[in-house]
């Protein structure tokens, strides 16, 4: 995760997560890292002492006595071990960390967590999930923790919270895209957007997974504690679940302020109004896309709506929805894009002007590749291309192309029946 | 009548390849990439195969277990399994991807492709073999030419565009 920081939702610029909530709580991270440093020295300290400490032991009794010697290391007042814990240290292992790197890498994935997890919850609910996730998690490594050598070495540091931080926005924002930054210095190529579902099974499912399970081979131990990032991700999930749960929360509803207006204005009006199935969802949906134009899954809902309706919409309602076609939803989901095309076609119904001139041409060859089967529909992709080719005939170079690809169409597509109405 | 075609004829255009061709005729005339966008395109990859290949370096220890007791220098063969696998797995995402989808997952991701210069076809797998091996020395020679194509592109008939954007 540390290569690949996650910034944001993909979502509109209004819906951006706020820095403040993640810089108050770094400041706190900070504060407790500079309040335990004595005591993670005067560990460290004791540590090296335990060579002249029990140098007077017999060999038969060095192993208890390196035990009782470590179950009084001073690193336990405030953190837990396997073999020594309770719920108040649990809960403080959160905020201790073992040197100035662990707290900085950690650092920077609790800015990140916090930060993008504002987009949908509030802070004091991301706090619960850090606490709550990174404690479950920190308790779950202690449990797997079957060593006797590793009874008492503490279970320190803030990446169960991050874990559970991470979970909790898998949950959220499963469906939808995540914005990376991934460490290159330029303003133009150093933010990639990935499906969140591919980054959450790539980064933490299999890496960590597979990393936590090679902790139990032999000459496998690293310092990391992969059973707590496990852990924490999976109780960062459940809490999630539970949350959404208690909130009642829409599963096509992607950032907290659609779910603010759904809950405080569409859900008690669509309660009020006799409820037409098919232009209450439409009014309700549009109003939703007017707050966040990236929501794809309802811009899904909406598409497969009109298309099985479509003799219920004017051409005014059809180009407000047009709108929220853009090339990038069209990439990602070009078999329903095409679909509604298809109705809108096969209808005769009015293509949007302005959509036409605002899609880029590949955009439009990908649409024209799902309309060409089957064969007796051929003439919706060429009529689909002449459109297209009816906005741009200004653009002299777009026009060249677009003739050679109309003259190779036509000698192969059968020509459409009956007149069809031109856009305006 | 059947679908044989005599050798040397060509069969009547498809719609699928009448919109190939005019999607590689757009491709054609999309801008080059900037150099700083192909770089982050290289540095995205180096973090994807980090990650890929230290998940690799893990099965080290329970592949060289698993043989244990059923082949003699069970870690010599866990070893040599793991760098087997490591080498398909680059070739893979470095060359087949190239092949199939006109570049490697960092350079998709980022909107660029890898076409042959003159029909604007992707690479075949030697001229992607090609065109990998010598990028690391050539790379630089990039910087000096306004349409951004190293020696590796120019040796191999390539060029790298942008591919998204407005029409």
């Known amino acids: 995760m540390i290569a690949l920081v996650p910034v944001s939702a993909e979502v509109p610029k209004f819906h951006r997560p706020s820095s403040l909530p993640a810089i108050f709580f770094v400041l706190v991270l900070i504060a407790a890292f500079l309040e335990t440093v004595p005591a993670v020295h005067e560990d460290a300290e004791y540590i090296s002492n335990y060579g002249t400490q029990i140098s007077g032991v017999p060999a038969a009794e060095r192993d208890q006595a390196f035990l009782d010697y470590l179950s009084k290391r001073p690193l336990l007042k405030y953190s837990i071990a396997p073999a020594s814990w309770d719920i108040e240290r649990l809960l403080y292992s959160n905020f201790i960390h073992g040197s100035g790197t662990h707290l900085g890498l950690n650092l920077i994935g609790v800015f990140a967590g916090i930060r993008i997890l504002s987009s949908f919850i509030p802070f004091l609910c991301s706090l619960s999930v850090f606490l709550l996730g990174g404690s479950i998690g920190l308790f779950m490594s202690t449990w797997f923790t079957t060593s006797p050598t590793s009874a008492y070495i503490p279970h320190v540091g803030a990446s169960a919270g991050i874990f559970a931080l991470m979970g909790a926005y898998a949950v959220y924002n499963f469906r939808y895209r995540t914005t990376y930054f991934f460490w290159f210095p330029s303003r133009k190529a150093s933010l990639v957007s990935l499906k969140t579902s591919w980054a959450v099974f790539l980064d933490v499912l299999l890496l960590e997974l597979l990393l936590s399970a090679a902790q139990f081979m032999p000459g496998r131990v690293d310092n990391v504690d992969h059973m707590a990032h496990v852990g924490g991700f999976f109780s960062g999930v459940v809490l999630a679940f539970f949350l959404r749960k208690v909130q009642g929360w829409p599963f096509y509803l992607q950032t907290r302020g659609e779910f603010l207006y759904w809950i405080s204005f569409l859900k008690p009006r669509l309660r009020r109004e006799k409820y037409d199935f098919v232009m209450a969802p439409y009014v309700a949906w549009m109003e939703l896309l007017h707050i966040n134009p990236y929501n794809d899954l309802l811009k899904i809902r909406l598409f497969r709506l009109m298309s099985k309706h479509i003799d219920r919409f004017n051409d005014d309602e059809i180009t407000a929805a047009f709108r929220y076609i853009s090339p990038t939803f069209i990439r990602l989901q070009e078999k329903e894009v095409s679909s509604f095309l298809r109705v809108i076609l096969q209808k005769d119904r009015y293509i949007s002007k302005d959509w036409l001139l605002n899609t880029p041409y590949d955009s439009i060859i990908r649409l024209a590749k799902f309309l060409a089967s089957p064969v007796h529909e051929q003439h919706l992709l060429l009529h689909l291309v002449l459109c297209y080719r009816q906005v741009h005939a200004e653009n002299k170079g777009m026009d060249r192309k677009l003739e050679l690809l109309i003259n190779k169409l036509q000698g192969i597509v059968p020509k459409p029946t009956g007149t069809r109405r031109a856009n305006p | ?167």
């Open chain 2, 1 to 167: 009548m059947g679908n044989y075609i005599p050798v040397g004829q060509k069969g009547e255009p498809t719609v699928d390849e009448a919109l190939n061709e005019a999607e590689r005729d757009h491709m054609l005339d999309c801008p080059p990439a900037d150099l700083s966008t192909r770089i982050a395109a290289s540095t995205l990859d180096a973090i994807l195969v980090y990650l890929a290949v230290t998940g690799l370096n893990t099965l080290a220890s329970p592949l060289a277990l698993t043989l244990e007791n059923r082949v003699e220098s069970p870690s010599q063969i866990a070893a040599v399994t793991i760098v087997s696998v490591k080498i398909f797995f680059l070739f893979f995402y470095f060359v087949w991807s190239q092949c199939l989808a006109g570049g490697s997952p960092g350079k998709l991701l980022l909107g660029l492709r890898i076409i042959d210069t003159h029909t604007g076809h992707y690479l075949s797998p030697f001229r992607s073999m090609l065109r990998l091996v010598l990028s690391p020395v050539f790379f630089l020679t990039a910087l000096f030419k306004k349409d951004h194509r190293g020696g590796h592109d120019i040796l191999a008939r390539s060029t790298v565009k942008r591919v998204r954007g407005k029409a």
